[in-house]
């Protein structure tokens, strides 16, 4: 991807600068650039070393708060210690070109935002927001008194972080705007996610069910990759930049 239009598809940079509505759908693997660890990576994925029942799921958190609470602790630092990357920040620009585009993300870290991205549809969550384990609200301001987890200052119940767990709904308003981005865009791009986990992985599918231009960023095959799949294989901190000058 040496800035030439030579590596892409036939047609497909045609194809993205004649687009009204490109959706684009991110994954872990856009921040692993910035030093944000993926999940399923076989050597650097965070599944590698944590068991996602024990950390990512509500009935861990019934179990064992405080070890939740200090993971994500340990994992809202390292996020706040990087920097968005190339990738982002060809995504931020790409809206500046293109009439409507639908950037939606499963990651938590706010990268995307920090990039200059205006409007980002998070599916799961953030993990810089807390919320009230009972009552389900956002907790803007609580005392830290150190007690871990802290506690709601409404109703005295247990804070957790505001992302989404196995088991658990995603965000309504979010989702269904992004399920309308899948249905109406004339290009979808799939950009550094494994495409394992529902509802978010079934997102391409649609687009293509509506015979969307689907593309895939990544430097590994995922299961989205089909015949009528472009397959734009490397880090997305080359291939985007790339794309979008
Ligand atoms: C690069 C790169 C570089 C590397 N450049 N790329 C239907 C069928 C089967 C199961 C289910 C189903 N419907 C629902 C389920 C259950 C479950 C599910 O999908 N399970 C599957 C794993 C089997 N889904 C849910 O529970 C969801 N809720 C739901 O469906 O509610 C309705 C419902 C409720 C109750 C019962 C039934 C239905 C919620 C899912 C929540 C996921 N949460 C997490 C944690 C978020 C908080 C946190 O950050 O801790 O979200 S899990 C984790 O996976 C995180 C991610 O957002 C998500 C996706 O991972 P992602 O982003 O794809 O990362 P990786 O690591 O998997 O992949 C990285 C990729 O990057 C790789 O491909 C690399 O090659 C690539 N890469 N370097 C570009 N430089």
Not at 23 to 42: H, K, N, Y
Not at 55 to 72: D, G, I, R
Not at 137 to 148: A, M, P
Not at 231 to 241: E, I, K, S, T
Request: with cysteine; hydrophobic share 40%; charged share 20%.
């Amino acid at each position: 991807y040496q800035q030439s239009e030579m590596a892409f598809p036939v047609g497909l940079l045609e194809t993205l600068r004649g687009a009204r509505h490109v959706a684009v759908l991110t994954g872990a693997g856009i921040s692993a650039e910035s030093g944000v660890p993926t999940f399923r990576d076989v050597m650097t994925g965070l599944w590698a070393q944590y068991d996602p029942q024990e950390l990512a799921t509500p009935q861990a958190f019934m179990k064992n708060p405080k070890l939740v609470w200090e993971w994500y602790d340990w994992r809202r630092k390292l996020v706040s210690q990087v920097a968005p990357n190339a990738g982002h920040y060809a995504l931020a620009e790409m809206e500046r070109h293109v009439p409507l585009l639908t950037l939606i993300t499963q990651n938590v870290d706010s990268l995307h935002q920090q990039a200059g991205s205006t409007r980002v549809l998070e599916l799961h969550g953030n993990i810089h927001r807390v919320k009230c384990f009972k009552e389900d609200t956002v907790i803007e301001q609580w005392e830290k008194n150190g007690e871990v987890p802290p506690r709601c200052p409404n109703c005295g119940g247990m804070l957790r972080p505001d992302v989404v767990w196995f088991g658990e709904s995603l965000p309504e308003q979010p989702f269904n705007e992004a399920a309308l981005a899948a249905l109406h865009c004339d290009v979808f791009l799939s950009i550094g996610t494994s495409g394992l986990v529902e509802p978010a992985a079934s997102l391409p599918l649609v687009a293509l069910r509506r015979n969307a231009r689907v593309v895939l960023v990544n430097p590994e095959e995922t299961p989205l990759l089909r015949e009528d799949v472009d397959f734009l294989r490397g880090p997305a901190g080359a291939v985007l930049p790339a794309l979008v000058h």
